[in-house]
């Protein structure tokens, strides 16, 4: 049989679109941070410059200053003079001291406005070196922070990007299990029990690729994982983790079981799951109802263990512990009875916890009677809790 994987090739587009959006995103994150280091870069060169030209005019106005106490000290000395030449009473001395205290005062005003201009240019230049100061810290601070973030960013982002590649691929390779399944159904003439048995042996590193298929493909179940995972995360104590891993143990090893058995018959015939069997006044939910069997199963020797190709199996499901297997006796018998309403053969699949009964041989000959045969091909139920548990990677 050509199989065809095409249906499921969105699975390996969907990891190599994370993978493109995540080298996306630090493409984008090393173009921010390349911004942010050239803008501290021009910030650390503006405040050079203005460090500089601070410089130059602390510089200017201390030779501004000199200037000016030069010609202040020179106005002294003529106006020094002009008394002397009041004194002697001489008009031409007079005269000439006069026009020269003129002058002299004409230059200390000018020297004083040049110093006035010279303290107001380095005032100016005080205030542009803080505020290149203040943008180089600021930038900087903004590189270093933008740096952090991006890192922290990149750390969640990639642990997630790889959490869900690894579960995409699981539930991928658990698609290819499933094609490799129906591969080596069509390969066999008939259906045996070793046959059965190497389809649903189960171990933690195929259990974790059927449950990331799961979570990947049911909604349901995915929200009830994401429900108990939750739990778990808010959980404050010990003693709370205890329960909710009490609850996983309740609620999903049943569920889990049960898509797995849907999953790994789908490739014998077509499967209908809690199908609706009127029994007289009540009526009866049949786990899993594969219709069409495509290959003759042989159950063993004797009466109600052989199935014709194009017939129908109905399969009820059971995983737990022996004193949970013993107390669902009357209702196996129940649904046995509705089997024999709805298919051609019964089978009840059950954890290997059944072999823990010690009336075991009676307790399958109940069932063999009524022509439903007992199949203990699960994982015991603590196995299967502690590989959904494992698979859960709780946290």
């Not at 799951?273 to 029994?279: A, L, N």
């Not at 199935?307 to 129940?334: D, N, P, V």
């Given at each position: ?133 203040k943008a180089a810290h600021e930038s900087l601070q903004m590189l270093e922070s933008s740096k952090a973030f991006f890192a922290s960013q990149n750390a969640f982002l990639n642990s997630l990007k790889e ?60 929200k009830q994982v994401d429900k108990l995972k939750e739990e778990y995360k808010n959980a404050k104590t010990d003693f709370e983790r205890e329960k909710v891993i009490l609850k996983i143990r309740q609620n ?138 494992n698979s859960m990677e709780l946290k």
């Amino acid at each position: 049989m050509q199989i065809d994987l095409k249906d499921f090739n969105f699975l390996i587009s969907s990891i190599q679109y994370i993978s493109s959006l995540f080298e996306q995103t630090c493409e984008y994150q090393n173009h921010r941070i390349s911004l942010f280091e050239k803008l501290h870069e021009e910030a650390n060169k503006e405040l050079n410059l203005s460090q500089n030209l601070l410089s130059a005019a602390k510089a200017l106005e201390a030779q501004k200053l000199v200037f000016l106490m030069q010609e202040e000290a020179e106005l002294a000395q003529a106006m020094s003079e002009e008394a002397a030449a009041i004194a002697s009473g001489n008009p031409a001395a007079i005269a000439a001291a006069s026009a020269y205290v003129a002058q002299k005062l004409s230059d200390v005003a000018h020297a004083k406005n040049e110093y006035e201009k010279a303290k107001q240019n380095r005032f100016n230049m005080e205030k542009r070196v803080e505020l290149t100061q203040k943008a180089a810290h600021e930038s900087l601070q903004m590189l270093e922070s933008s740096k952090a973030f991006f890192a922290s960013q990149n750390a969640f982002l990639n642990s997630l990007k790889e959490q869900i590649t690894f579960k995409l691929t699981n539930a991928y390779k658990a698609i290819t299990d499933y094609y490799t399944n129906a591969s080596y159904v069509e390969s066999l003439d008939i259906i045996k029990p070793d046959n059965l048995k190497q389809m649903l042996s189960l171990d933690q590193e195929k259990a974790k690729k059927y449950f990331d298929f799961f979570y990947a493909t049911d909604e349901k179940f995915k929200k009830q994982v994401d429900k108990l995972k939750e739990e778990y995360k808010n959980a404050k104590t010990d003693f709370e983790r205890e329960k909710v891993i009490l609850k996983i143990r309740q609620n999903l090893a049943g569920a889990y079981a049960e898509k797995f058995i849907q999953t790994s018959f789908s490739s014998i015939g077509k499967v209908h799951t809690q199908h609706t069997q009127e029994m007289g006044e009540s009526f009866s939910k049949v786990d899993i109802l594969i219709t069409d069997i495509k290959k003759p199963l042989i159950l063993g020797r004797g009466k109600c263990k052989h199935l014709k190709k194009g017939s129908t199996l109905a399969i009820e499901i059971k995983t737990g512990s022996k004193e949970y297997l013993r107390s669902q006796k009357e209702h196996l018998k129940f649904q046995t009875d509705a089997h024999k309403k709805t298919a051609d053969m019964s089978v009840i699949i059950t954890s290997k916890d059944i072999y823990d009964l010690k009336d075991e041989e009676e307790f399958r000959e109940i069932f063999k009677q009524e022509c439903s045969h007992i199949i203990a091909m699960l994982p015991r139920k603590s196995e299967i809790d502690q590989y959904i548990i494992n698979s859960m990677e709780l946290k």
